[in-house]
């Protein structure tokens, strides 16, 4: 079998770095994340994944999906016909790890990312792939023919790659089309955003990150009524996660904390109710 081409644009070659974090923490003997599906499809693509062998971000890039993942899991839990959306959903595969039988999954990405993920994901009658900027006012219409009711919007590594207005607008956009909307989303400090030639995974290839948020309650002024239901570092994850997790992983976030270090402390995970 060929291995798969990736003709990716510069932002979009970030969705590697993700996917390769999960193929190497599902090959741990005690790992927070298990993804075969990861694993697979790096054995597949025809990419040079050793520029970000033993990066110590690869651990945060799992961590960040392990509490995305809860929040999913949390909102089927309440609502299991409910409409999941993945914005920059990249080659994830939370659709694997939590499908539940009932939900409609959207998975939403720039063309050349869909062409890549059909080589590996096919539509069903409830998964519906949309070819489509996140900041394209067309694609709630999609989203909106298909399904209604009680809607999550996982937007995860993505807005921070946006300016500030496009990031405005998106939620602005969200906010309008899905009332009462959950969206998780992470965010990333201006002194993350300033150094990222020096970032381990990020100074390995062109995308650079354009918005940078201090403090996350500007998305309740932006939109008023929205409420931030989660805040979170990757050192202070909501206890019942960071117990689950491994002893390793533990030891590593301690070790973090006690460091202060800008990348981490400022680099936040948020679940908002939008109005």
Not at 187 to 196: K, N
Not at 225 to 244: F, K, N
Request: proline share 8%; glycine share 6%; net charge negative.
């Amino acid at each position: 079998m060929s291995p798969v081409p990736t003709r990716l644009g510069t932002v979009q070659e970030t969705l590697l770095i993700p996917l390769y974090g999960r193929a190497v923490e599902n090959d741990k003997p005690a790992a927070a994340l298990r993804d075969s599906r990861a694993t697979e499809i790096v054995a597949e693509l025809d990419y040079d994944f050793s520029r970000f062998a033993e990066l110590p971000s690869l651990t945060g890039t799992v961590l960040r999906t392990v509490l995305f993942d809860a929040w999913t899991r949390s909102f089927l839990d309440e609502h299991p016909a409910g409409t999941v959306v993945e914005l920059g959903v990249g080659l994830n595969t939370r659709y694997e790890r939590l499908d539940n039988g009932q939900a409609q999954w959207f998975d939403l990405d720039l063309p050349d990312v869909i062409e890549l993920r059909r080589a590996f994901f096919a539509d069903t009658p409830r998964r519906h792939m949309i070819a489509a900027s996140v900041t394209d006012d067309r694609w709630p219409d999609a989203v909106g023919g298909l399904a209604d009711g009680p809607c999550l919007v996982n937007a995860e590594a993505v807005l921070p790659f946006l300016t500030e207005a496009e990031v405005r607008g998106v939620v602005d956009m969200i906010a309008r089309r899905f009332p009462g909307a959950l969206l998780a989303l992470d965010t990333a400090g201006p002194a993350i955003v300033g150094a990222q030639e020096d970032h381990d995974a990020l100074s390995k290839v062109a995308a650079r990150m354009r918005w940078g948020c201090p403090d996350v309650a500007v998305l309740t002024e932006w939109c008023p009524g929205a409420r931030v239901l989660g805040s979170h570092l990757l050192t202070s994850l909501p206890p019942a996660i960071h117990d689950a997790l491994p002893e390793p992983h533990r030891q590593m976030l301690a070790g973090l904390a006690e460091q202060h270090l800008p990348q981490v402390e400022e680099y936040g995970l948020h679940l908002i109710r939008l109005p």
